[in-house]
């Protein structure tokens, strides 16, 4: 039973347009979300996060939003880059003490940037 | 420079034998959690631990074991009775108490081929 559901395994974006990666959860115990990016052969590296009692979170060209009613978050990329290709996972914890019981992820989308 | 040290980055491990991954972190984190990779499985929890002495099995974690006797060092034993042990391992740690602004910190992860 997959509680924290990417749906498209990858995404193809021109360079210098919005990429938008979709994220679906099922656990209504969920109420920190956070996005993480990874390249091949390396450990993901954090990106940005947003906590259940917002529904937006901006950092730079980085935005997340939160849907609580239907579920849903989402991140935006802004304008995207080459650089910006890479791996990204969805992960969802329950309670603000940080997740300290382990993250649930979702199994990724990749995000490819066209020039 | 603080941060997470896996080694070795590629393990190669004979059938019918166990293998220990390590981890070392000097961030000062209280928890540390080992998670698998697997080509469009994600990450799934295997083991973590809050605190020194305790640790608790995540979603997936027959067939592996772990000790922390140190607050730095979590290290992972990829026993004979994991039945399909080659992936990608990476460790991570957190601040155990507050809340997650950066989420986990993971490591560079180890490649676990099982020949």
């Known amino acids: 039973d997959q509680q924290v559901k990417q749906n498209s395994p990858s995404l193809s974006v021109q360079e210098g347009r919005i990429s938008i990666l979709n994220c679906d959860y099922t656990?209504?115990?969920?109420?920190?979300f956070l996005w993480y990016k990874k390249y091949p052969a390396e450990g993901p590296t954090f990106l940005i996060s947003i906590s259940s009692i917002k529904d937006k979170n901006e950092d730079g060209r980085f935005t997340v939003f939160l849907n609580k009613s239907a579920k849903h978050l989402s991140l935006h990329i802004v304008p995207s880059q080459p650089g910006d290709s890479a791996v990204y996972f969805c992960a969802a914890s329950p309670g603000s003490g940080g997740g300290a019981d382990g993250l649930t992820f979702g199994k990724g989308t990749h995000l490819i940037i066209q020039p | 420079d603080g941060g997470i040290t896996q080694s070795p980055k590629y393990l190669f491990r004979k059938e019918g034998q166990n293998v220990t991954l390590s981890c070392e972190q000097n961030?000062?984190?209280?928890?540390m959690y080992w998670y698998r990779q697997d080509p469009g499985q994600g990450l799934r929890l295997i083991y973590y631990?809050?605190?020194?002495?305790?640790?608790q099995k995540g979603d997936i974690a027959e067939g592996y074991s772990v000790s922390r006797e140190k607050k730095e060092s979590f290290p992972l034993t990829v026993t004979s009775a994991q039945k399909n042990p080659t992936a990608f391992y990476l460790c991570a740690s957190s601040i155990r108490t507050g809340t997650i602004l950066k989420g986990y910190t993971f490591g560079s992860g180890t490649r676990l081929t099982v020949v």
């Open positions: 656990n209504s115990m969920f109420d920190y």
């Open positions: 961030l000062n984190h209280d928890a």
């Open positions: 631990s809050q605190i020194v002495n305790d640790f």
